[in-house]
């Protein structure tokens, strides 16, 4: 006898099966390839899981190259592994929202959050240790489906299937009921990133007519005071709506909800197999721009059209790079990493060409002019930038001209972490000067070097900006003065190094000229002795206890910025044959570079988690050990950079959640294996060089400036060939492990021969190392 229970059982299976099934359909239609057939898919080998667990707080939603919307899960709003509203360790999720940080170590955005719902209306999420008390779903990673511009999930208990894409400025939703009965979408529009309180403030909510929903906020997080507005249109009318106010349900027809918790609950009645969709504009500068950017870039319905559209435009942004390798993994680490360097900066401009500035105020861009956000450049000078020189060169104009507009716009001035028309603050220095200076360094045109020079030169010689007046009178900055001081002394001789290089551009060759000498203040805190860059006192004494794993020698992050003595010292870029000579020379440099390596990778309780990816005590889960490995070649060894960055390589990077050493930062952490695996990244971006090392890839071509190719071929005998043997630029043999960024930028042809032994007779001598300020 087949028991009620059993039957019930039953049914659940059915219907799960259901909903599997019409999800495998759906997945089909939307999931042909993004090439009509003359061309390789290279959609098909982008993996949106990796970076979603351990700490590399991805997120795998739908959104197009540095879109505006990211509209993707969330499956929770507090905690530091859930900066991007997602993490591969939860078991459901609390709806899904418009806009995510990837890969940032600081959580913010998660606005305008859409749930559908069957039942009663429960106006809260709930817990994710109790699901059922609120509008919380169950979910299983396994039933995800994800593809660059779609987003898929089914969500068993409530039967409902659920779909997702996006343009440049809106997310287009497409819900699948399939029971018939009474149905209904939470928009929560207090939802956001809530570590620790609440941050919203002045939300409104307006029912403007029978299928759209508007509505504006500010939120008082990461970015304090930023503003955004939405419209959201159903594309059926809904039976009624409700209207949540500060914790109460307004009278029925109430049209407006406002207050700093508000939200909607919008009622169908819906038919099996039903399919409701949602279209959802954002703008950071008003409701009407939000409809304007809604009407104007999705004036229709076509859910398959909308995603075909998106992974065009993610197949036309990845075929800038093609590769071939043997191995099936390696290709998908590549094209998920290079995803995840075209995620950001973000869009944050409307199709009037309207954005909200960094003074508050409404701008108006010049026509095919773009206002961008999410900046993370303290992370992605190193890597992401020095690499969109190469094959994202139409865009760095804009990029750059944008750094100067908020430069001029800004009450912080320089940016720093820029995010939706507001400063964060984050981290140290002002890399802003470094990607500007960059740009100035590689003649990229289009750009007012007057202008970028007027702003960065307020910062570099006059604002007194978090310890600078020091660092200018004293050559150093004391550690019982100004916190992070070691790292911050070692930003700002980068910044120095930057600025000079604008300053000789526009003729401010004594500004220049100040500026290098400046750049040398590292000198300031080497001790022989210790041979470790260390912290110094206002008496002009080093800090006691010293210990270089310590963060600083009080419990506080006094001396270093996420990070130790041990990746400290070796933090100088742009001068290290000047640094070297303090050492005395090459062999002890090695030895404690060797050491740095080897040493065991104990770290103090204080330690941040962003410390990780520890080989001794190199830590590649954070940006300033990045370039270390290279420094072999500015020492004489380049065999051994060969050797630890295809260690690197295959250590640190894996096709699954867990698949990164530390936060994806915006890009920076995929750009270094996307260069590196193609054999070249910049130590000193601001000197236009790049390091050249074996390639893990057989061959790589990349659409430069005008359409042009660069080839790099690695020509390898074994699987253990990992050495260069010998290297030819444009069918000339080079005696050089370096390049400069003129003889690849319009096209080329890089040939590397790679054998199982190391060739300790290529480009060793001093006057074959890549160039320093000291030369």
Sequence with gaps: MLSRRKFLQTISVAACSDLLDQQTRSFAAVATPATDGTEEDLTQYVNLRVGTGGHGHTYPGATVPFGAVQLSPDTFDRGWDWCSGY????????????????????????????????????WNPGTREDV?????????????????????????????????????????HRYTFQSAGASHFVLDFSHSYNDPLSPVSDATLDIVAEDMVTGGRTVHAWADGRKIYFAAQFSKPFRRAELWQEGAVLPAGSSRAAGNAVKAALHYDTTSNEKILIRVGISGVSVQNAMANLKGELPHWDFEATCATARQKWQAELSRIRIETSDAATR???????????????????????????????????????????????????????????????RVPNLVNCLID???????????????????????GYH???????????????????????????RNMIDDYRGLGYYRAMGYIPADREEESVSKLIEYDYGDWACSHVAEKVGATQDAKLQRERSKNYRHLFDPKAQFIRARLINGNYTEPFDPIDMGHTDAYRDYTESNAWQSTFGIQHDVKGYMELWGGREPFIKKLDALFTVPSTLPKN????????????????????????????????WKTQSRVNMLLKTWYHNDPDGLAGNEDCGQMSAWYVMSAMGLYAVDPVSGTYIL??????????TVTGGSKLVI??????????????????????????????????????VFELGPAPNEKLATAPDLAPPSLTA
Aim: net charge negative; charged share 20%.
């Design 132 to 172: 059922q008390e609120g509008y919380r779903a169950p979910f299983s990673h396994a039933d995800e489906k994800m593809t660059p511009g779609y987003y898929s999930v089914p969500l068993h208990d409530r039967r409902v299937l659920v779909e997702l894409t996006a343009t440049e400025r809106v997310g287009l």
């Design 406 to 428: 908020m430069a001029e716009q800004s009450p912080a001035g320089m940016p720093v972490w820029p995010l939706q028309g507001k400063e964060t603050g984050t981290m140290t």
């Design 713 to 750: 071929e690695a020509r390898r005998s074994s699987p253990e060939a990992i050495y260069i043997q010998s290297v030819t630029i444009n069918g000339k043999p080079s005696d050089k492990l370096w390049i400069r960024h003129e003889e690849i930028a319009h096209g080329g042809h890089i």
């Design 332 to 394: 998908t680490i590549f094209y998920s990493s290079l995803y995840h360097m075209l995620v950001a900066p973000t869009l944050f401009d409307d199709v009037n060409g309207e954005y909200c500035g960094m003074d508050g105020k409404i701008h108006t861009l010049e026509p095919g002019q773009h206002n961008y956000s999410s900046y993370s450049l303290w992370d992605t000078f190193r890597g992401l930038h020095p690499a969109f020189t190469l094959f994202q060169s139409e």
């Design 432 to 458: 802003s000067a470094s990607v500007i200076a960059e740009a100035c360094v590689k003649n990229f045109p289009g750009i007012d070097w007057q202008r970028a020079y007027q702003v960065m030169r307020k």
């Design 607 to 638: 330690a941040p988690p962003d410390i990780a990816g520890l080989v001794g005590q190199y830590a590649h889960g954070n940006e300033p050990s990045h370039h270390i490995a290279y420094l072999y070649v500015y020492a004489g060894e380049p």
């Design 87 to 122: 993490h591969d360790s939860d078991r459901s999720l609390m709806g899904f929202s418009h806009t995510h940080l990837s890969g940032t170590g600081a959580g913010d955005m998660l606005d305008v959050l859409i749930i559908p719902n069957v039942g009663e209306v429960k």
């Design 693 to 702: 090392t074996s390639p893990l890839i057989d061959k790589a071509i990349l």
